[in-house]
Protein backbone atom coordinates (compact mmCIF):
# COMPACT_ATOMS: atom_id res chain seq x y z
CA UNK A 1 0.00 0.00 0.00
CA UNK A 2 1.28 3.47 -0.57
CA UNK A 3 2.30 5.63 2.30
CA UNK A 4 3.59 9.75 1.57
CA UNK A 5 5.61 10.52 4.23
CA UNK A 6 4.45 14.43 5.68
CA UNK A 7 6.14 17.64 5.74
CA UNK A 8 7.02 19.18 8.93
CA UNK A 9 7.93 22.48 9.09
CA UNK A 10 9.70 24.11 12.09
CA UNK A 11 10.38 27.72 12.23
CA UNK A 12 11.43 30.57 14.99
CA UNK A 13 13.90 33.63 15.29
CA UNK A 14 17.33 32.37 15.64
CA UNK A 15 18.06 31.00 19.16
CA UNK A 16 14.35 30.20 20.17
CA UNK A 17 16.12 26.76 19.80
CA UNK A 18 14.97 25.35 16.75
CA UNK A 19 18.31 22.98 16.05
CA UNK A 20 18.63 21.74 19.49
CA UNK A 21 14.90 20.33 19.77
CA UNK A 22 15.10 19.68 16.01
CA UNK A 23 18.06 17.29 16.77
CA UNK A 24 16.63 15.77 20.13
CA UNK A 25 13.41 15.08 18.10
CA UNK A 26 14.99 12.73 15.74
CA UNK A 27 17.17 10.80 17.90
CA UNK A 28 13.59 9.54 19.54
CA UNK A 29 11.80 9.30 16.00
CA UNK A 30 13.36 7.31 13.68
CA UNK A 31 10.64 7.76 11.23
CA UNK A 32 11.64 11.16 10.87
CA UNK A 33 14.05 12.62 8.82
CA UNK A 34 15.75 16.26 8.35
CA UNK A 35 16.46 18.06 5.78
CA UNK A 36 19.80 19.00 5.34
CA UNK A 37 19.92 22.49 3.87
CA UNK A 38 22.56 23.96 1.27
CA UNK A 39 23.76 27.23 2.58
CA UNK A 40 26.27 30.03 1.48
CA UNK A 41 26.71 31.24 4.81
CA UNK A 42 30.50 30.06 6.47
CA UNK A 43 30.46 27.20 9.07
CA UNK A 44 30.50 27.59 12.34
CA UNK A 45 32.63 26.12 14.70
CA UNK A 46 31.93 22.29 15.09
CA UNK A 47 29.11 22.36 11.83
CA UNK A 48 30.05 19.69 9.71
CA UNK A 49 29.23 19.68 5.71
CA UNK A 50 26.26 17.54 4.87
CA UNK A 51 25.59 17.14 8.80
CA UNK A 52 24.37 20.38 9.53
CA UNK A 53 24.42 22.48 5.83
CA UNK A 54 26.08 21.56 2.39
CA UNK A 55 28.11 24.63 2.68
CA UNK A 56 29.07 26.54 -0.73
CA UNK A 57 29.27 29.43 -2.57
CA UNK A 58 26.41 32.39 -4.04
CA UNK A 59 27.50 31.25 -7.50
CA UNK A 60 27.07 27.83 -6.89
CA UNK A 61 23.99 28.50 -5.13
CA UNK A 62 22.43 30.39 -7.68
CA UNK A 63 23.00 28.10 -10.62
CA UNK A 64 21.11 25.40 -8.38
CA UNK A 65 18.50 28.03 -7.73
CA UNK A 66 18.65 27.82 -12.10
CA UNK A 67 18.32 23.83 -12.55
CA UNK A 68 15.32 24.00 -10.09
CA UNK A 69 16.97 21.53 -7.22
CA UNK A 70 15.26 23.67 -4.17
CA UNK A 71 12.22 22.62 -2.93
CA UNK A 72 12.04 26.06 -1.36
CA UNK A 73 14.76 28.77 -0.87
CA UNK A 74 15.66 32.28 0.23
CA UNK A 75 17.74 35.48 1.15
CA UNK A 76 18.16 34.80 5.26
CA UNK A 77 20.28 37.20 7.07
CA UNK A 78 22.26 38.26 4.38
CA UNK A 79 23.10 34.74 3.41
CA UNK A 80 20.96 32.27 1.07
CA UNK A 81 19.67 28.92 2.47
CA UNK A 82 17.67 26.57 0.57
CA UNK A 83 16.25 22.86 0.83
CA UNK A 84 17.59 20.07 -1.31
CA UNK A 85 14.27 19.28 -3.33
CA UNK A 86 15.59 15.69 -4.10
CA UNK A 87 16.05 14.08 -0.88
CA UNK A 88 12.73 15.33 -0.15
CA UNK A 89 11.10 14.05 -2.09
CA UNK A 90 12.41 10.34 -2.56
CA UNK A 91 11.84 10.43 1.74
CA UNK A 92 8.29 11.40 1.47
CA UNK A 93 7.65 9.07 -1.17
CA UNK A 94 9.29 6.30 0.83
CA UNK A 95 6.78 7.39 3.48
CA UNK A 96 9.24 9.00 5.70
CA UNK A 97 8.22 12.20 7.61
CA UNK A 98 10.40 15.14 6.43
CA UNK A 99 11.57 18.28 9.07
CA UNK A 100 12.47 21.02 7.13
CA UNK A 101 14.00 23.54 9.84
CA UNK A 102 13.30 27.19 7.90
CA UNK A 103 12.21 30.39 7.76
CA UNK A 104 9.33 32.35 7.41
CA UNK A 105 10.15 33.32 3.66
CA UNK A 106 10.32 29.57 2.46
CA UNK A 107 7.67 28.46 4.92
CA UNK A 108 5.35 30.56 2.98
CA UNK A 109 6.55 28.86 -0.44
CA UNK A 110 5.78 25.48 1.43
CA UNK A 111 2.60 26.36 2.37
CA UNK A 112 1.57 27.24 -1.21
CA UNK A 113 3.16 23.80 -2.29
CA UNK A 114 2.53 21.68 -0.04
CA UNK A 115 -0.85 22.82 1.84
CA UNK A 116 -0.79 19.48 3.80
CA UNK A 117 2.28 20.12 5.45
CA UNK A 118 2.10 20.90 9.35
CA UNK A 119 3.66 23.86 10.08
CA UNK A 120 4.76 24.74 13.91
CA UNK A 121 6.70 27.97 15.20
CA UNK A 122 9.23 27.75 18.30
CA UNK A 123 9.01 30.70 20.59
CA UNK A 124 11.30 31.92 22.96
CA UNK A 125 9.97 32.18 26.55
CA UNK A 126 11.01 36.39 25.91
CA UNK A 127 13.25 38.48 24.27
CA UNK A 128 15.84 38.31 27.05
CA UNK A 129 16.15 34.84 26.95
CA UNK A 130 16.53 34.56 23.42
CA UNK A 131 19.68 36.58 23.41
CA UNK A 132 21.40 35.31 26.16
CA UNK A 133 21.01 31.76 24.21
CA UNK A 134 22.45 33.58 21.07
CA UNK A 135 24.85 35.21 23.17
CA UNK A 136 25.63 31.90 24.97
CA UNK A 137 25.60 29.95 21.77
CA UNK A 138 28.51 31.78 20.97
CA UNK A 139 28.69 31.41 16.80
CA UNK A 140 27.42 35.30 15.89
CA UNK A 141 29.52 38.59 15.67
CA UNK A 142 28.31 41.53 16.90
CA UNK A 143 26.44 42.81 13.34
CA UNK A 144 25.01 39.20 12.93
CA UNK A 145 23.70 39.13 16.89
CA UNK A 146 21.69 42.86 16.14
CA UNK A 147 20.78 41.48 12.61
CA UNK A 148 19.01 37.86 14.08
CA UNK A 149 17.54 40.42 17.25
CA UNK A 150 16.16 42.48 14.68
CA UNK A 151 14.75 40.18 12.52
CA UNK A 152 13.14 38.66 15.22
CA UNK A 153 9.95 40.85 15.28
CA UNK A 154 9.37 40.55 11.88
CA UNK A 155 9.24 36.55 12.03
CA UNK A 156 6.92 36.72 14.55
CA UNK A 157 4.40 38.72 12.36
CA UNK A 158 4.37 35.86 10.60
CA UNK A 159 3.24 33.19 13.25
CA UNK A 160 -0.50 33.11 11.84
CA UNK A 161 0.70 31.10 8.90
CA UNK A 162 1.42 28.71 11.38
CA UNK A 163 -0.59 25.80 12.53
CA UNK A 164 1.11 25.17 16.15
CA UNK A 165 3.28 27.55 18.75
CA UNK A 166 5.25 26.28 21.02
CA UNK A 167 6.90 27.86 23.77
CA UNK A 168 10.54 26.44 24.42
CA UNK A 169 11.06 27.49 28.07
CA UNK A 170 11.87 23.93 28.99
CA UNK A 171 13.49 21.67 26.81
CA UNK A 172 11.74 18.37 27.64
CA UNK A 173 7.96 20.12 27.70
CA UNK A 174 8.64 21.81 24.52
CA UNK A 175 10.29 18.16 23.41
CA UNK A 176 7.05 16.49 24.41
CA UNK A 177 4.38 18.96 22.71
CA UNK A 178 6.20 18.63 19.56
CA UNK A 179 6.09 15.14 19.51
CA UNK A 180 2.37 15.59 20.53
CA UNK A 181 1.82 17.28 17.55
CA UNK A 182 3.88 14.74 14.76
CA UNK A 183 1.65 11.64 16.69
CA UNK A 184 -1.79 13.85 16.50
CA UNK A 185 -1.01 14.95 12.93
CA UNK A 186 0.20 11.05 11.91
CA UNK A 187 -3.31 10.23 12.52
CA UNK A 188 -5.23 12.44 10.93
CA UNK A 189 -7.98 10.16 8.75
CA UNK A 190 -6.83 12.49 5.84
CA UNK A 191 -3.31 11.46 6.36
CA UNK A 192 -3.89 7.64 6.22
CA UNK A 193 -5.01 6.61 2.74
CA UNK A 194 -5.26 2.92 3.23
CA UNK A 195 -7.64 3.38 5.76
CA UNK A 196 -9.88 5.13 3.23
CA UNK A 197 -9.25 2.27 0.61
CA UNK A 198 -10.00 -0.26 3.10
CA UNK A 199 -12.60 1.59 3.66
CA UNK A 200 -13.98 1.96 0.49
CA UNK A 201 -13.30 -1.67 -0.40
CA UNK A 202 -15.87 -3.12 2.48
CA UNK A 203 -18.74 -0.72 1.10
CA UNK A 204 -18.35 -2.20 -1.87
CA UNK A 205 -18.00 -5.86 -0.42
CA UNK A 206 -21.35 -5.23 1.71
P1 LIG B 1 18.14 27.99 16.82
O1 LIG B 1 18.41 26.73 16.05
O2 LIG B 1 16.68 28.28 16.96
O3 LIG B 1 18.89 29.19 16.31
P2 LIG B 1 19.68 26.65 18.91
O4 LIG B 1 19.07 25.29 18.92
O5 LIG B 1 21.02 26.82 18.27
O6 LIG B 1 18.66 27.74 18.33
O7 LIG B 1 19.74 27.13 20.44
C1 LIG B 1 20.36 28.35 20.80
C2 LIG B 1 21.07 28.16 22.15
O8 LIG B 1 20.11 28.00 23.18
C3 LIG B 1 21.96 26.90 22.19
O9 LIG B 1 23.14 27.21 22.91
C4 LIG B 1 21.10 25.88 22.93
O10 LIG B 1 21.90 24.96 23.65
C5 LIG B 1 20.29 26.77 23.89
N1 LIG B 1 18.95 26.26 24.21
C6 LIG B 1 18.05 25.68 23.37
N2 LIG B 1 16.92 25.37 24.04
C7 LIG B 1 17.08 25.77 25.32
C8 LIG B 1 16.26 25.73 26.50
N3 LIG B 1 15.04 25.22 26.49
N4 LIG B 1 16.78 26.24 27.65
C9 LIG B 1 18.02 26.78 27.66
N5 LIG B 1 18.86 26.84 26.60
C10 LIG B 1 18.39 26.35 25.42
P1 LIG C 1 21.41 29.68 10.88
O1 LIG C 1 22.36 30.52 10.10
O2 LIG C 1 21.19 30.22 12.29
O3 LIG C 1 21.74 28.22 10.85
O4 LIG C 1 19.98 29.80 10.18
C1 LIG C 1 19.46 31.06 9.91
C2 LIG C 1 18.02 30.94 9.47
O5 LIG C 1 17.93 30.28 8.21
C3 LIG C 1 17.11 30.16 10.43
O6 LIG C 1 15.88 30.86 10.54
C4 LIG C 1 16.91 28.85 9.71
O7 LIG C 1 15.67 28.25 10.04
C5 LIG C 1 16.89 29.32 8.27
N1 LIG C 1 17.16 28.24 7.31
C6 LIG C 1 18.01 27.20 7.42
N2 LIG C 1 17.94 26.42 6.33
C7 LIG C 1 17.02 26.98 5.52
C8 LIG C 1 16.50 26.63 4.23
O8 LIG C 1 16.85 25.64 3.60
N3 LIG C 1 15.57 27.46 3.70
C9 LIG C 1 15.12 28.59 4.33
N4 LIG C 1 14.18 29.32 3.74
N5 LIG C 1 15.58 28.94 5.56
C10 LIG C 1 16.53 28.14 6.13
Request: glycine letters at 6%; one cysteine or more; a neutral charge.
Amino acid sequence: MEHHGMLIVISGPSGAGKGTLCGLLLEKDKNLALSVSVTTRLPRDGEKEGENYFFTSVEDFQEKIKNNEFLEWAKVYNNYYGTPREFVEKYLKDGRDVILEIDIQGAAQIKKNYPDAVFIFILPPDLEELKNRIIKRGSETLDSFNLRINYAREELRAIFMYDYVVVNDNLENALSKIQSIVSAERCRVSRNKSLIEFVNRRDRLI
